[in-house]
């Protein structure tokens, strides 16, 4: 049993208004009735800025050192900093009391992540992690064909982010190293495997090839990662920065059927144009963008469900207000940090 707020909106505070924080966090709390977005943390001046514009009855804070000296009259703390400060800033907001939610990767090593899930249980705080591609439309579509039995028994599961990135812009992931949380491994990683054990359960064998591609790169920028599941099935997982030519993001073979998908799920890309989840037809794929559905010479265009990243706040509102279970159990992240850490292990 979790400690819980009191009475609603719940105050929150978010370190971080970079992609995370901007992008994937403050929209959702913002226009969530239950929560309040009373505190940003950014020390960028230009980012102080933009987060004054967009919600001007935040306090924007320069350090988190100021935050926890001034949280007694918060309840939740969403870390959206990098990874490698994602432990050190949960254990001090569990110090102080306060739920947490932190970005995936949760921690960089299952060790430390352990000791957070431990620490939240024994505190009775609430503890989860932002695994917000379980919320993407064609996820969640996929998730039905297969609870309905469409495709009859999966035998494969593919599962793709790729895309053609041979600069990057100056940013903290051009020096991380894998023990900093560095690489697609630890990036893009954590939303693939967790999709993967979600549809397929634990994980018995891991099969990996990872490889830097970039001059001067510091960290995996080209990964194939190969489950395979207690059910039976395998998962074949494909992550790269330098794909000159994508893959389908799904392709998913079963003894009655396949289901492929191709492109993103777009409310990431709504969320960096402005859009709020509130609009109308936000997380609506179009209808040029379904994937299909059948066997070859007989597939069809399949509705997308729609995308729902509102769901995981939803969820955390219940979870914090009324005693229900957290939308994404820790102990989840961190049999996916045990995975990733399997393969780094095995390359280095």
Known sequence: MTRTPTRSPIRTAVIGFGLSGRTFHSPFIAVNPE????????????????????????????????????????????IGSPPA?????????????????IDKPFAVTSTEGLQLVEKAEALGLALTVFQNRRW???????????????LGEIRRFESRFEFWKPTQRASWKLKATPHGGGGLLYDLGPHLIDQAI?????????YAETFTRREGGVA???SFVALRHASGVTSHLWLNGLATQRGARFRVLGSL???????LDGQEAALKNGALPTGRGFGVAAENS????????????????????????????????????????????????????QVHATRS
């Open 198 to 206: 979600v549809l397929f359960g634990p994980v018995d064998h891991v």
């Open 257 to 263: 059927a396949g289901y492929t998908t191709w492109g």
């Open 85 to 101: 400060s994602h432990v050190e800033l949960a254990h001090a907001a569990l110090d102080a009391a306060l739920a947490v939610v």
């Open 136 to 150: 993407d439309g064609d996820f969640l579509t996929l998730r039905a064909l297969i609870a309905s039995g469409t």
């Open 290 to 341: 379904w994937g299909v559905l059948g066997i070859d010479g007989a597939v069809a265009p399949h509705p997308t469900e729609r995308g729902r990243y509102d769901l995981f706040y939803a969820g955390l509102a219940d979870a914090l207000l009324r005693g229900a279970a957290v939308p994404v159990d820790p102990r989840d992240a961190l049999r996916v940090i045990e995975i990733i850490e």
């Open 35 to 78: 929560f309040s977005l009373d505190v940003i943390v950014t020390g960028n001046a230009e980012r102080q800025a933009d987060a004054r514009a967009l919600h001007p009855n935040a306090r924007i804070m320069s350090s988190t050192n100021e935050l926890f000296a001034r949280c007694d009259d918060l309840d939740l703390v969403v």
């Open 220 to 222: 995996d920028d080209d």
